[in-house]
């Protein structure tokens, strides 16, 4: 079983790509939210209950629509729903690029993360491109690539799969490319204004910096230059080359 | 200039404690979420204006409360209010322990992370409770040895730290100790009902499994046997151990 969840909601183009291909690689469960939850990271909604919809069977598919965030969407539907574990999760396709530390904010990798600590093999899926009228089916092709050889080669525990497509026409892509994340972060992300009572409100926006440009290694380079990345993450956030150094610098003295 | 946020709110008990002791090592100013934003993990507000309230010095420390999430604040602190870049990001004290995958979903975290990947030195620190009549104060020591610690030594780009405090009386605690991050996860996570017009709904709930209970360097250890636990995270969540063992799988191949 395949369950596909995303953050830009269950309407959205990027998902139904996604499940149009899944369902060519066995039986598909959607749950995915009922709006948008861009830049909703791993975020969980502790504070007010979440509704669950039953939005019924379409061709063998059936889809569940959450009032919640992704994570909420996995944890409903791993704790709550299904009767069996999936054997995979798929997150997205979403419109716009998760790239570099992009990833932290991303609801669609959240939902994979979530999924991967829960012991399953998921993949987070971004196009790079906000446009309306993407061609999310020309780009799934690729998405169906790393499913494939996931399938044939399962991830190892605490591993996870951050994919980024470019938006160039399919035969142009170079193919997929094996990546770090980028370093680099969003910059002056603020746009200021006055409600009708003269009280200030900002609106996020901003502009990616890339900290290493020229570094082919990395997951930003691979998307700007025509190849599909493929970034492993990892659950597990600790720096472990740092533990030992910070036992030396005497943190563990009382 | 030492910028001190959480995800409890600006009104919560652990922040204050964290406040009158970044007090005593520098200038302190305050950006924190208005209410609690607890669970919030790196989310940013994207669909909605934020808010934020001047809320005026008291002691020499500048306090702002911001209607959006902890990195909502980060991210207005560092790119839209303040004149310089702070030294030192401290977040927290959370009231509730972010051990093991906690780190995950906590918006305290989250917070940390971002100043982290401005370049800044940052700690989140939790406290192992939820009780109201919390000793923070007590707690506190053990913060400001960590802070202390982070002065004289720096921490390297693209690595934070996880903090977390057992509640025991302070004199029981058995010091710092350096660790990694605890594998587990919450399991068994809503409990269902029924609202007045009898549609379900579902309230996240749960409780954590560790997947490792006898392993003496994860932190989860480390609190539940009264100590201090000092997790060094990292912002890049590559898993770069995989990078070469996806290329041999052929991942690569177009």
Chains 1, 2 share one sequence.
């Not at 909420?72 to 716009?96: E, M, T, W, Y």
């Not at 991830?155 to 951050?162: D, E, F, S, T």
């Not at 994919?163 to 972060?185: D, F, S, Y």
């Amino acid at each position: 079983m395949i369950l596909v969840t995303n953050d830009d909601g269950i309407q959205a183009k990027g998902i139904q790509a996604l499940v149009s291909m899944a369902e060519r690689h066995g039986e598909v469960v959607v749950f995915a939210p009922m709006g948008g939850q861009s830049g909703m990271a791993h975020a969980i909604t502790t504070r007010e209950p979440i509704f669950l919809e039953d939005r019924g069977n379409q061709g063998g598919t059936r889809y569940y629509a959450c009032s919640g965030t992704p994570v909420d969407c996995v944890k409903l539907a791993l704790n709550q729903v299904l009767d069996r574990k999936p054997d995979f999760v798929l997150s997205g396709i979403n419109h716009g690029s998760n790239t570099s530390s992009s990833i932290i904010y991303s609801g669609t990798m959240g939902a994979a993360i979530e999924a991967c600590l829960h012991g399953i093999d998921a993949i987070g899926f971004s196009l790079d491109t906000h446009r309306a009228d993407a061609d999310f089916d020309a780009s799934v092709r690729f998405a169906e690539q790393v499913l494939l050889k996931v399938m044939e080669t399962e991830l190892p525990p605490y591993v996870c799969l951050n994919v980024n497509i470019p938006e160039i026409p399919a035969e142009e892509v170079k193919g997929l490319r094996v990546c770090r994340q980028t370093k680099g972060l969003w910059v002056e992300e603020f746009v200021r204004r006055q409600n009708p009572d003269g009280k200030s409100y900002y609106w996020l926006t901003g502009k990616f910096h890339n900290l290493e440009p020229e570094e082919q290694d990395t997951d930003q380079w691979a998307v700007d230059n025509g190849y599909v990345s493929v970034v492993p993450i990892s659950v597990d956030l600790t720096a472990h080359g740092m533990i030992g150094e910070l036992k030396n610098l005497g943190y563990e003295s009382r």
